[in-house]
């Protein structure tokens, strides 16, 4: 008997009553229904669709979770994991209007496709096999995923039960942003090889590059703690930094400054040096990132803090975030993914029909 590679059908399971192929696990059976196929026998397209996939839904919860806090609902559901000692779901609670306790629960709701998504990315990424072999940076960054979502709905239990306590709230959102960059660089090495790192741009840019990221990192944080002072905190009894609002204002603004000098610094330097098209590129949309935010900032501030637009500046405080990520992983090259796709079910090994069985 020869034996190659064909496609796998019912008809095929047997031949003259005698199993014709070797056995299948159930996921690769499952990897040949076209609808599990992107997930369980993932492409370089669809591992790459769904890393980005990842990163949306990370970032429409952060934005989400500031839409909480600026319309004062964080306690609209004052218990966890039920939205109030006596409901399950959404009802009126004390000192809560039903608007608020629907924002909270709305948001916890939203928790529920967060995880479908996150589950997702992480079985993409265990099962992505680009050169026929697991690639395990890949496999820990799908990892951290649900991970994080497992870690935040704790973080939020806690928060929520220690009725919003402001560094528990700077606590969450930086967790949050944490599993964001996992996200934008699982994005990032997924459309990469395995190879080792090779710089495409000078030392020193690549040095103010990850300066920029730590400023950026810095500035959320100081974001956190402006809003965890000011009037946006929540209600007048929710729990607030004891700082002088117009101080922290200014150190966050100061911090901006400095981030977009770095900035300026940093895409100056690619531009004389002639970097990569596509690092060029990053640096640009960085920069307008940065420039839109800084504007939304002062707006804001001059206008006396309107709700709405103070969620707009949290919301475009992510996208900074990462375009800075994405101008960090551009300063390096580990060459292409292998153009070898992961070996799907429907390319199990067959008897081929004999010239008797004809």
């Keep these: 008997m020869c034996w190659g590679r064909a496609a796998l059908t019912p008809g095929d399971a047997y031949h003259g009553g005698v199993p014709a192929d070797p056995p299948a696990t159930l996921l690769t059976r499952m990897a040949a229904w076209p609808f599990a196929r992107p997930v369980l026998a993932p492409t370089a397209v669809s591992m790459r669709r769904l890393a980005l996939a990842g990163i949306v839904a990370d970032t429409v919860i952060m934005s989400t979770g500031a839409a909480v806090r600026l319309s004062s609902s964080g306690l609209g559901c004052p218990d966890w994991p039920r939205c109030s000692p006596a409901d399950v779901v959404a009802s009126k609670n004390a000192g809560q209007t039903l608007l608020n306790t629907w924002i909270e629960f709305g948001n916890r709701l939203l928790t529920f496709p967060l995880v479908v998504i996150a589950a997702l990315v992480f079985i993409a990424a265990w099962r992505y096999r680009p050169d026929g072999h697991k690639r395990r940076d890949l496999f820990w960054l799908g990892a951290a995923q649900p991970l994080g979502v497992v870690a935040q709905a704790v973080i939020g239990g806690i928060l929520v039960l220690a009725k919003l306590n402001p560094v528990l709230v700077s ?186 069985d004809r």
């Design 171 to 356: 606590v969450h959102f930086g967790v949050s942003a944490a599993i964001v960059a996992a996200a934008v660089l699982l994005w990032v090495r997924c459309q990469e090889g395995s190879g080792p790192a090779v710089p495409v741009v000078r030392a020193d840019l690549r040095l103010i590059s990850a300066a920029l990221v730590g400023v950026t990192a810095l500035m959320l944080a100081a974001g956190t703690v402006v809003t965890g002072t000011g009037p946006l905190a929540g209600h007048a009894d929710t729990p607030r930094y004891h700082f002088p609002l117009e101080g922290v204002t200014q150190l966050h603004a100061d911090i901006g400054w400095l981030l977009t000098g770095l900035s300026v610094a940093l895409v100056l330097g690619l531009r004389l040096s002639g970097a990569p098209a596509r690092t060029m590129r990053a640096g640009w949309i960085e920069i307008g990132a940065l420039l839109t935010q800084g504007a939304i900032g002062y707006i804001q501030y001059f206008t006396h803090l309107p709700a709405g637009l103070v969620w707009v500046h949290v919301t475009g405080a992510v996208l900074v975030w990462i375009a800075v990520l994405r101008l960090f992983f551009s300063m390096r090259d580990r060459g292409p993914v292998n153009s070898t796709q992961t070996p799907r079910a429907a390319a199990l090994p067959t008897r081929q029909k004999e010239p008797l």
